[in-house]
């Protein structure tokens, strides 16, 4: 139990990136880098007590900076999509990256993910929290936004994700964790025979390019219905303009009960091991992505080999591309205000 730094290895400028291990008394552990903030491992008991990491994710920092996909780790200033890479705040247009087919994804070239955070381990809370400062400009956004994102492991077996910030400008402020789960363990293939429930019935309907049209598409008794706990592999393959579209699973579920703090809001399970993952969050919307694009062949921790649908992420956030539609919930932080947005995935066995 307690708390441990090693190195994870250096860039190439030579920094070096350090590796923080978080284990509480029940021999839940967690490990998260100082790069990208990122969530590295999560290891927990199945129903049998075997221990068995649930995280997709890489040997050392080299390997976070070769490969896409963003596994693991903070997304920011904007996660998800915005339509033709430019955002208009305040009266003021700015142009981003145009990253994915001529649109802005998880912030462009250089995310958060990509960068190196200041860190400071809370031994007293079984915590870590990782801080920088976003200059103004930065991705093209506007405002100096000065931000942390904590994790804790908690004693009931909880990773807690706090995001805090606040810009002296008005800004976009929709941040979010890029894990992809397999609660078979991260080694053992495809996630599609594991079960999920989300308390949303409705999604924003989404183009050709997985960028919203505006319209809130009820989904009660379609494909994309997770009300009812089922597979994740039971739709995925149905011929359904949404799945088409994505190759599978990756939109946005707009959630239940907002405004009402943090609630269950999803709940995923292995049945073969018996890990439970039930997800908690503030936010008005979670991304079910099933690791359609997953690099093939990819080479994970202890030589693991990652294919398409080998993990699955709920990501929870605003709707994508917020900026562009008057009738989804606003993603601007105002001038001085604080954004402070908590999200937890709890795990046990059944």
């Known amino acids: 139990m307690g708390s441990k730094v090693s190195s994870f290895g250096r860039l190439a400028d030579g ?24 969530l590295v491992s999560v290891t927990v008991p ?27 780790a903070t997304i920011g ?34 995310g958060y993910h990509r960068m190196v955070w200041d860190m400071e381990v809370l031994e007293d809370q079984l915590a870590v929290k990782f801080s920088r400062v976003s200059p103004d400009g930065e ?31 008005d800004t976009i402020a929709n941040m979010t964790n890029h894990s992809y789960f397999n609660l078979a363990g991260h080694e053992s293939g495809s996630v599609l025979e594991q079960t999920l429930w989300i308390d949303a019935e409705e999604i924003t309907e989404n183009d050709s390019t997985s960028i919203p049209t505006g319209n809130i598409r009820n989904i009660k008794g379609t494909v994309m ?28 579920y707009v959630l239940k009960n907002q405004g ?57 956030q605003f709707y994508p591309d917020a900026n562009h539609h008057e009738n989804f919930p606003s993603s601007i932080l105002k001038a001085g205000e ?4 908590t999200t937890i995935y709890k795990f046990s066995v059944r």
């Open 46 to 72: 199945d129903r049998k007590g075997r221990t068995g990491d649930v995280v997709l994710g890489y040997e050392d920092v080299a390997d976070y900076v070769m490969h896409a996909g963003c596994l693991g």
């Open 139 to 169: 991705q093209g956004f506007p405002g100096n936004f000065q931000i942390s994102v904590t994790y804790t492991l908690t004693e009931e077996n909880e990773v807690q994700i706090h995001y805090q910030g606040v810009s002296d400008k």
């Open 260 to 316: 009402t703090g943090v609630r269950k809001v999803a709940e995923a399970m292995d049945e073969k091991s018996g890990r439970v993952m039930e997800v908690f969050t503030d936010c008005v919307a979670v991304q079910l992505y099933t690791g359609n694009f997953i690099d093939p062949d990819s080479r994970g921790k202890g030589g693991a080999v990652y294919q398409p649908r080998h993990g699955f992420c709920l990501e929870t």
């Open 15 to 38: 920094t070096e990136v350090s590796l923080v291990t978080l284990v509480n008394k029940n021999g839940m552990g967690v490990e998260v880098t100082n790069y990208g903030a990122t």
């Open 338 to 341: 604080a954004y402070d947005t």
């Open 225 to 252: 219905d997770f009300t009812e706990r089922k597979t994740l592999g039971q739709d995925i393959d149905a011929d359904y303009d949404q799945l088409n579209f994505g190759h599978g699973y990756d939109h946005n």
């Open 77 to 110: 200033r904007n996660g998800n999509r915005i339509a033709g890479a430019k955002v208009t705040i305040s009266g003021e247009e700015y142009i981003l990256d145009d990253n994915e087919n001529g649109n802005n994804l998880h912030s462009g070239f250089v």
